[in-house]
């Protein structure tokens, strides 16, 4: 530690920190526009100019200057505030007076600082510079003659994308940020650069001119549109959802959000169920709750419980799940599933369908393992802590399946699992095997993640324990490192897993239950499998908010609540337990899923014992007590090196393919957004140019 003084302030600093830095640890604010915590260090902006004693007689950057012992830093000297005065003057000399149409306005830096060291009028007579805006896809606006040049987009979407689209040309006042030839961006983290940037040359083009930050209602929740569970904040104006911000969660997301989860907020107002519906002579028609509930109650009437069986999607909360599951088990019913893309998951122990390493501990592994994922795709937020760790110390990184761009310098190893078993033994007949294998026995923290693109395939649970054991050989399980992981793509799934939405012992799988084995069969937002399959027999209710695969099927139409109009826990790839809250009230006669549930028992006569959230709530921590802890996810070992059912030996030679083709369209909720439909559109054009 290196002890320095900061405005008479004595703090204890580690060595090598810069001036800045030191004065955040201290409590002691210094302006800045291109400095950011998360990336390189640029030195651009100049606005953080200091005064240090014993130092050459002028200001200095405090964002790039390193602590030395003993120094002494002014922060607010005479020298320093006629300083960053002069800056910001330099600053606004080509800066245009935006701020009554400026979509930053109220969440500028540049205003805030402005008011700190601005004048009150200018002593620039000539033109101002103007600047030709960049088209950047259908996510980011760009006003480009209000740019600062802190260079913070380019140093975003070159270090922590991986993608790199921007940079800058010319030099001095005639420097211009674009993408050198106009395209869209290329990156699933493009939205981030919006945040990021200090003024309102970017901005959300979905967002541009529709509120302004103080009309907005906050409400911080948890993202569903993968299975991160990045933290993000619902910012809504009367009963609609306007933007989505990620939240700063340093263990799970950082403070980056992926474009879908940011963007596909125009979803929620398209197709939306918002009263029940009923199928009369083969086609639907509006009815009333009493109407709905009482011709599924008729067709309930008589029917075994073996007879009656569930699917819950892959947006649901646990709540619902829970509810679902109580109200079949009431009926005598065991026949639940939560994997409607047929994942051969292994429910005995929690470590066999996590991500156990967790998302912060991707950063201490040595080498890494993809098997059947594309995380690119998968999880953007979770594939960018791959590539931080990568981006600062280049490790071995093998890959077995679909070869992909994911951002960093991959070893593919090949497409079929059955590198797993050359893997296991040695690699001895594969030259590029073999020296991965020995990469992977030589390292103190070996990483293993198994996409959902492995698993949802006839020898998915031989693929699981053959991932299982060679983890177990090359030393990922010992009792302070669990180097085994499943990445997930839904965000329901591991809730589902822990609450044991799964056929019971006498229970039909999701297989059966969609292809006659059941008369009775009610989907619980499940949208992610072909619903036309289901025999005409069958008769389907489908409880959900969107009008789409399931309710075409649908014999009974439930309205449920998105997830910004419900209090809900979800529990993320890692098995960290989270909760969001309601940010506005569902449409129409809509209403939260649990609440359905509990009103529908009611009307056959099978009450569920919790009339309120809070009593669902201790139900669940009754049927799995990790409910009971929020947001913290304990580290662990493995020191039970048992493997999953399945034989490892069994795996075929089909390639593995990633479970997620298109980014932008994979639930409800994006497939009906048009600012998504628009990104597949503008990705689509240069493939098509391409070819």
Excluded at 164 to 176: F, K, V
Excluded at 361 to 371: Q, V
Excluded at 651 to 677: G, H
Aim: aromatic share 6%; charged share 25%.
């Amino acid at each position: 530690m290196t002890k320095v003084t900061i405005d008479g302030v004595e703090v204890d600093a580690p060595a090598g920190s810069t001036i800045l830095q030191a004065a955040e640890l201290a409590g002691i604010e210094i302006p800045r526009f291109c400095y950011h915590e998360r990336l390189s260090i640029a030195g651009n902006c100049r606005m953080c100019l200091v005064e240090v004693e014993k130092a050459p007689p002028k200001p200095i950057a405090s964002c790039g200057y390193p602590i030395a012992e003993g120094m002494v830093v002014h922060t607010n000297s005479k020298m320093v505030r006629n300083a960053r005065r002069g800056v910001m003057e330099f600053l606004l000399i080509n800066h245009p007076l935006d701020c009554p149409i400026c979509d930053q306005g109220g969440e500028c830096d540049l205003q805030d600082q402005a008011l700190g060291y601005g004048m009150d009028h200018s002593r620039y007579a000539e033109n101002k510079r103007a600047v030709p805006d960049k088209n950047l896809g259908p996510l980011v606006k760009t006003v480009m003659t209000r740019c600062i040049h802190c260079t913070r987009c380019i140093r975003f979407i070159t270090e922590v994308a991986g993608v790199p689209d921007l940079g800058a040309t010319n030099r001095g006042e005639h420097m211009e940020v674009g993408t050198y030839v106009e395209k869209a961006l290329g990156s699933e983290l493009s939205g981030n650069i919006i945040d990021l940037c200090p003024v309102g040359a970017l901005t959300s083009k979905p967002y541009a001119f529709v509120a302004r930050p103080w009309e907005l209602g906050k409400t911080d929740s948890i993202d569903v549109l993968d299975a991160v569970g990045a933290n993000i904040r619902i910012d809504a104006r009367g009963n609609e959802v306007l933007r989505i911000l990620p939240r700063i969660n340093d263990d799970v997301n950082e403070e980056w959000l992926g474009d879908k989860s940011r963007f596909a907020i125009d979803g929620l107002k398209r197709r939306r169920l918002d009263r029940p519906w009923v199928r009369e002579n083969g086609k639907l028609r509006e009815a009333s709750w009493e109407e709905a509930f009482g011709l599924i109650a008729a067709r309930l009437k008589g029917l075994a419980g073996d007879r009656i069986g569930a699917v819950a999607g892959d947006l649901c909360d646990a709540e619902s799940m829970l509810a679902l599951k109580d109200l079949l088990s009431s009926l005598g019913s065991q026949n639940l599933d939560c994997r409607q893309d047929g994942a051969r998951l292994d429910p005995t122990r929690r470590d066999f369908y996590c991500f156990n390493t967790s998302i912060a501990g991707i950063e201490e592994a040595d080498a890494i393992l993809i098997i059947g994922a594309n995380p690119r795709r998968e999880a953007p937020v979770l594939n960018a802590r791959i590539r931080k760790l990568w981006a600062a110390s280049p490790i071995p990184i093998g890959v077995i399946g679909t070869a992909a761009d994911l951002t960093y310098q991959v070893t593919h190893l090949g497409a079929a699992p059955t590198v797993l078993s050359d893997l296991i033994n040695g690699g001895h007949d594969f030259a590029k095997v073999h020296d991965f294998a020995k990469v992977l026995a030589d390292a103190k923290r070996p990483l293993v993640i198994v996409g959902q693109g492995a698993l949802a395939r006839p020898d998915g649970a031989s693929v699981l324990a053959a991932a299982w054991r060679l983890a177990a050989r090359i030393g990922a399980l010992t009792p302070d490192w669990h180097g085994f992981n499943v990445l997930h793509t839904a965000a329901a799934r591991v809730g589902a897993l822990d609450l044991g939405f799964l056929p019971g012992p006498q229970g039909k799988g999701f297989e059966a239950l969609v292809g006659g084995g059941v008369d009775l069969l009610w989907l619980l937002g499940a949208d992610e499998f072909d619903t036309m399959a289901i025999p005409a027999s069958t008769f389907v209710v489908y409880q959900g908010h969107h009008g789409d695969a399931g309710a075409h099927r649908a014999d009974v139409i439930l309205p449920g609540a998105a997830y910004t109009e419900k209090s809900g826990t979800y529990v993320n790839t890692e098995g960290r337990v989270q909760r969001g809250f309601m940010a506005v009230y569902p449409p129409g006669d809509a209403r939260e899923d649990w609440k359905i549930l509990r009103a529908f028992s009611d009307v056959i006569g099978k009450r569920l014992p919790y009339d309120t959230i809070e009593a669902l709530r201790t139900r669940l921590e009754q049927v799995n007590p990790v409910f009971g802890t929020l947001s913290h996810l304990p580290r662990f070992g493995c020191s039970d090196l048992t493997g999953p059912a399945g034989d490892p030996t069994a795996l075929s030679f089909t390639p593995l393919v990633a479970a997620v083709e298109n980014y932008y369209q994979t639930d409800p909720i994006s497939r009906t957004s048009p600012t998504m439909a628009a990104c597949v559109e503008a990705h689509a054009q240069p493939a098509l140019a391409a070819e």
